[in-house]
């Protein structure tokens, strides 16, 4: 029998994980099919109990889902509270077990470029939903330093509690022209962009948070936008000498890391990567 695996948002008609995800099991032979569930806030309850009780394996949670799920599922694991929020169910017999799969996303990202967090300098600019997730990952991979630089300052505060004691955590103002922020981010190993700024249709599409000559050659700059791949930020960056890595990356471990959970078995990552460009390239 087919079985059946979903994402959970509203909207979802513009996510490309069906399409990664039914690549990956489609090159494993797997018999299930990944579907889009458009499910507005009042139906999330019903929705959930969908799953339940079907041949569900489990789901992805989307935008507006991540908080409001942590209370309709059984077991939301030690993750799920670190990043207050959760993207991943796995219906294990009627018992509905929930995850956080963005930082192990993040850390896969990194880690496929190359790149060790543990002891390192990192600006991390917004402090937002995502951005939780980066300071849980930096944290566990034993980063020295993390610099919040994000418009709103209280924001930036309140992100401290999840980096815990050992992580030394600072502020900038998000302002290119601020001493502050120009020192912290010319003199980071790792800078990580998690604002909206630069994604394709929202508020700042062409703007960039960094301009290239803070950047210099030995950093690297990771940037959690994936429309477009190359983002306004990552063009500065690689102009200034910086290593790159794109959103994409991000959004194709948390994926991998949510199959291997649902299906105990390791995603193709480059048959994802090529479904998930040629979705993108196909939306236009
Ligand atoms: P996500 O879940 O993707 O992190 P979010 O929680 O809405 O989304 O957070 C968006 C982040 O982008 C915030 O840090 C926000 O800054 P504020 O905290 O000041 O709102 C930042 N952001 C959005 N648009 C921005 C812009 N035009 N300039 C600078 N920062 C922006």
């Not at 994402?7 to 090159?27: E, K, M, Y």
Request: net charge negative.
């Amino acid at each position: 029998m087919t079985r059946t695996l979903c994402l959970l948002g509203h909207p979802v008609a513009h996510s490309i994980s069906p399409r990664f995800q039914q690549a990956a099991l489609d090159a494993l032979g797997i018999d299930a099919k990944y579907e889009a569930w458009d499910t507005a806030p009042e139906d999330l309850p019903a929705t959930i109990e969908r799953i339940r009780s079907g041949d569900v394996i489990g789901c992805n949670v989307t935008v507006p889902h991540k908080v409001a799920a942590m209370r309709l599922v059984d077991r939301p694991d030690a993750m799920v509270e670190r990043v207050g929020a959760l993207n991943t169910i796995i219906n294990r017999g009627g018992l509905l077990h929930a995850t956080n799969t963005d930082v192990a996303g993040i850390t896969g990202a990194l880690r496929e470029a190359g790149i060790e967090a543990g002891g390192k300098d990192v600006v991390l600019l917004g402090a937002g939903g995502a951005a939780r997730a980066v300071v849980v990952a930096m944290r566990t991979a034993g980063a020295k330093r993390i610099t919040i630089a994000n418009r709103t300052e209280a924001k930036a505060h309140a992100l401290a509690e999840v980096g815990g004691p050992d992580l030394d955590m600072r502020y900038a103002p998000l302002d290119a022209a601020d001493p502050t922020f120009r020192r912290a981010v010319s003199e980071a190993q790792i800078v990580i962009q998690s604002t909206s700024m630069g994604m394709l249709h929202g508020p700042d599409e062409t703007g960039t948070p960094v301009p290239t000559e803070l950047f210099s050659p030995g950093q690297v700059a990771f940037d959690l936008v994936y429309v477009p791949e190359e983002t306004p930020f990552l063009r500065a960056a690689a102009a200034g000498g910086a290593t790159t890595v794109g959103g994409l990356m991000m959004l194709i471990h948390q994926g991998a890391e949510a199959f291997r959970l649902w299906l105990g078995q390791e995603p193709p990552i480059d048959v994802m990567v090529k479904a998930a460009r040629q979705a993108l390239a196909e939306r236009g």
